[in-house]
Structure formats: C-alpha cells, structure tokens
C-alpha cells in the first residue's frame, strides 16, 4: 500500500488522524503551505522545519514552465532540489485551466461573492483568456513567453513524475463559478474521462488523489462524488468552483464528504482562511492548501488570536501598516511562540513595512506560516480531547 492513513479520534464530524507514505508522516487536519516554484516564499527548509510543516504542496504548471520538471528530475527530484525531506504533493495544472482560462476571462476566483456579481453587472469587457480546451486536454499561451504548448491527463502525470513528488493530484478541469449547469456537466465528464486515463499513466509510486468536482450543483457534486470514489485512488481532493458564498462551499461539503470513503485522506483545494478550516474541518475535511499565510504576510497583514484582539469579521489579521502601531511595544501576537514574536514588537514590524525594508518579508511570512500550523496543531489537539466545538466557539465569538 503506498499510502496509509489512520484516524485516530473525532469529534462532532471533525476528524484527526495521520498519513504514512514513503517512509514519511504528516497529521491530518493538515495546512500545505504552498511552495508554487519549490520555495514557500520568503522562507527556507530551516524555517519550515522549526515552523514543524510536515507537507507542502508545489505547482506543477509553474515548475514545468520553470525551470522545467526534465531539470528538476536530472538534479536528483524535488525533494533534493529544494532541499525538503518533508512530505510534498504537487497538484495537476487542472487550476489553471481555470485561472488562465474561464477565471482570466470572468475576472473571478473560487468562489464569487455577491458584492463581485454585482460589479460584474457593470463590466462589458471582459479579459481574454489564454487557453483552449478539447476532450484531450488543454492548449495553453505560455505566460512567460507567448508560445503555444500543450497538456493533457498523460502530459501531467509525467510531469508530476519527473518532479517525484510524494502525492499527486490527477488532471481536472475547474470551472467558474459562472460557469451555468451545462458547460459544468461537460467539464465535469471531461474530468471523469481524464481521471481514468490518469490513473491508467502516473508513477505507481506516487500517491495519486482523484478530484471531485461538479461546481454549485447538487446533482453534479454527488455524481462526481459516486464515481471518483469508485476509482483506485488514494485520497480525495474537492476542487472546482465552490459556489457564490461560503455557505455554498459548505453545503458542497455537506453533499461530498458522505459519499467518499472514510478510510482515505480529504483534501479541500485552494482554502485556507481561518474560518474555513474551522468550518470544513467541522464537515470532515483533513487537508487544506493555500497561499494566504504568506501572501497576506506580503501585504501587511498579520495573524492574532482572539486572545490578542483577533476578529472574526477582521479575519483575526492586523494591518501592520496603520499608525496605531508606530509605537506599539507588543509581540504580534500575545500568545505566540514563534521566534518573531519572541523578538520583535509590532513597532518594529511596522517600521520594516512601512521602510518596505526586505527582512519584513521573511518575519512576517514566518509568523503567519507559524500561526497556521500551530492553530491546526490545536485543532488537532481540541478533536483529540474532544473540544473542538469549544475550540471554535472561543475563536469565532471571543473579542467581538
């Protein structure tokens, strides 16, 4: 068996456990930092390893393009190449089918929020998207230099071969969430077809998960659920468009989850937000991918806990940027343990962004990716000694 996993407690629907494979370990729930070019931006393999992450997930699309997954394999893998001996998964380049593709031309993410529909009421041009899809797989305008090159299920599983990565994700195609019922049911058999040819072609080495999808739709999602589960992959991920709301993406879960196998790990792609995880971890959700820690860090804004002053409705983030920290002597957080928060105040911070000084990159990357993992070290830990209600509702309705 190339993957194990185990659980070992749950807790009003949420569940924890752990994932074995290539002699390797890593707990569920689970934060994949994204590494998109084999780097979690800012920060090296020894931060990732004081941190304590355990798998991060890389971008096969960009690594193909960059510097080119026939490199990355004659320089011994990703692993050694990079300089990580943790767990890596690599996902298929199905997202930017999207992203380069219906998402290009809508203007949109995973999920569109009514305020954005509302501003796509106004909007009479649109962006032109750079790829074009056929029952084969998928032509793409390369964004680095405008040639045309090409990808399909069997193209992606090479790829993911040469990179070596210990989980990989089969070939989709993920629709907007403008996307209306008809074109989702023919991406939708698109990706079934694809999913077989996937698993017909990947490194049988490798861990492979299928993808349900199936955008906003009921009918779709159980359908993909029913035949994506019936397939021989290791895990799951739940991927695509997940509606018009959160609520939506909940209620996706609600129809998902039941239907795939209790044995085999769940992976939500693309979420990260703090009330996300709490609310799709409740829904039985085990792995969680995104950006967000370090890209917010980029940008200013930097995790605190209730116990600090952290929000709900603030995402519980400050903005190190604004005047009341100029002065503020304060870690960053109260509660936090990390080497940051040990050693500077949010008036050093402040200064470093404001000075737009480089060192504030690798600070405040290191505190938000510390934050997340111990947070879902502590949600672990809640489901364990079976609080994670209790957990939740201290984060969700504390300081308000």
Known sequence: MKLEYRIKAENNGARTGFVKLRGKKFRTPAFLPVATLGSVRALDFRDLREIGVEIIMANTFHLHLKPGDDLVKKLGGLHKFMNFDGVIATDSGGFQVFSLGLGMEHGIGKIADNIFLERMKNITKKEEKWIEIDEEGITFRNPINGSKMRLTPKKSMEIQSNLGSDIIFAFDECTSPLSDKDYTTKALERTHRWAIECLENYDRSQAIF??????????????????ISSLDFDGFGIGGSLGK???????????????????????????????????CVEKGVDMFDCVSPTRWARRGHLYVSPGSGGKIEKKFRIHIKNSQFREDESPIDDFCDCFVCKNYSRAYLHHLFTANELTYFRLSAFHNLYFMIKLMEEIRKAIEGNYFLELKKEWFESWR
Do not use: C, T
């Open 210 to 227: 299928g993808i349900v999808q199936g955008g906003e739709y009921k009918e779709l999602r159980i359908k993909s659920a029913i035949f």
């Open 245 to 279: 709301s959160k609520k939506d993406m909940l209620s996706i879960l609600e129809w998902v989850v039941p239907v795939l196998p209790e044995e085999k790990p769940r992976h939500l792609l693309g979420i990260g937000a703090i009330e996300d995880i709490f609310n």
